[in-house]
């Protein structure tokens, strides 16, 4: 799809820094962006608070106006800016979304934090279930899913560890989780 005339003229406008013009582009693109936050996360198997979810649509405005809107200035029309945006939005949702992950590894709960008996069972129960799914796929389809979701792993990663194309890892997660759903029944 190309570039609208409308978005064409909101991007000059953004770029020119005319009156209203930023406050028009977050109203017609809050939505997009909200999207692409709530399909990452889901994505990673990551829950998002309401303030989470804030904060990251605020890190994906903060980075397009970053540099003197820098993200907008690259921008050179071959697609839809929507579709432009949401690849730059999807960046830098899973970037935060692994920052915060591994702060999470760095910073593990207090020994005194020790989870309830029913949430340790929950746990335990919600393994298994992940374990038993897992071992329904093929040894490669496993060992993806698991380099992705359960340890956070980018493509190119999972790439260079089980051999397979990078552009191969997406349709080969897609497939899984396909697989994952249909034996979940």
């Given at each position: 799809?190309?570039?609208?005339?409308?978005?064409?003229?909101?991007?000059?406008?953004?770029?020119?820094?005319?009156?209203?013009?930023?406050?028009?582009?977050?109203?017609?693109?809050?939505?997009?962006?909200?999207?692409?936050?709530?399909?990452?996360?889901?994505?990673?198997?990551?829950?998002?608070?309401?303030?989470?979810?804030?904060?990251?649509?605020?890190?994906?405005?903060?980075?397009?106006?970053?540099?003197?809107?820098?993200?907008?200035?690259?921008?050179?029309?071959?697609?839809?800016?929507?579709?432009?945006?949401?690849?730059?939005?999807?960046?830098?949702?899973?970037?935060?979304?692994?920052?915060?992950?591994?702060?999470?590894?760095?910073?593990?709960?207090?020994a005194d934090s020790v989870p309830e008996p029913r949430d340790f069972e929950q746990r335990i129960t919600d393994r298994?279930?992940?374990?038993?799914?897992?071992?329904?796929?093929?040894?490669?389809?496993?060992?993806?899913?698991?380099?992705?979701?359960?340890?956070?792993?980018?493509?190119?990663?999972?790439?260079?560890?089980?051999?397979?194309?990078?552009?191969?890892?997406?349709?080969?997660?897609?497939?899984?989780?396909?697989?994952?759903?249909?034996?979940?029944?």
């Amino acid at each position: 799809m190309a570039l609208s005339e409308f978005d064409r003229v909101l991007l000059q406008r953004c770029i020119a820094r005319e009156p209203r013009s930023w406050e028009n582009f977050v109203d017609r693109f809050l939505g997009l962006v909200l999207h692409v936050v709530n399909h990452t996360a889901q994505s990673r198997s990551v829950r998002l608070s309401d303030q989470d979810r804030e904060d990251l649509v605020a890190d994906v405005f903060l980075a397009i106006v970053r540099d003197n809107l820098a993200v907008l200035n690259h921008f050179r029309g071959n697609s839809s800016l929507a579709t432009y945006l949401t690849v730059v939005a999807r960046r830098v949702v899973a970037r935060e979304l692994m920052k915060r992950n591994s702060l999470a590894t760095l910073n593990p709960p207090a020994a005194d934090s020790v989870p309830e008996p029913r949430d340790f069972e929950q746990r335990i129960t919600d393994r298994e279930e992940v374990e038993r799914l897992l071992s329904r796929l093929n040894t490669s389809e496993a060992q993806v899913v698991r380099m992705y979701h359960l340890e956070g792993q980018s493509y190119r990663e999972i790439s260079s560890h089980v051999g397979l194309p990078e552009n191969s890892i997406g349709p080969t997660l897609s497939r899984a989780r396909t697989k994952m759903r249909e034996r979940a029944v």
